[in-house]
C-alpha cells in the first residue's frame, strides 16, 4: 500500500470477507472509494461515538448487576434471618417441653433437626462474611 493513499476500510463486515481499503489520497475530503469504485461516507468519527456510547454501558450494567446482586443478598440475609428465629422459637418450645419432662424419642429428633436447620443458616452466613 503506498503511503499517500487513505488506505481506510469500510466499517462493518461484507459477508465475511477483507474489506477493500479506500485508495484515495491521505486526508481526502470527499467519500471514501476502494479499488473496486464502491464509496461509502467519512464516518470515523461518528463510529468513534458509537464505540465511546458501547464503551459506557458496560460499566452501567456492571454497577446494576453489583446493585441487583447486593439487593439479592440482603433479601437473603433477610430470609434466613427469618427462617433462624422461625427455628429459634420452635427450638425453645421444645426445650421448654423437654424441660416440663417430655423425654420422648420424637422430641430429641425434633430438637436435633432444627439444630442441624440453624447450623446449616450459620455455614451460610460465614460463608458468605468470608
Ligand atoms: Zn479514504
Known sequence: MPENTC???KPGRENGRHRIPCIRRTGHQTAHR???GQEWPQQEA???HQNDARAVDPARSAARAQWEAQLAADEAELLRAEEWHA?????DRC????RAGDNSTYLRD???RLEALQACLLGSVESLAA
Do not use: P, T, Y
Open 7 to 9: 488506505g481506510a476500510r
Open 110 to 112: 425434633r430438637v436435633a
Open 87 to 91: 427455628i429459634s422459637r420452635r427450638l
Open 95 to 98: 426445650h421448654a417441653a423437654q
Open 34 to 36: 476502494d479499488g473496486l
Open 46 to 48: 461518528s463510529v468513534d
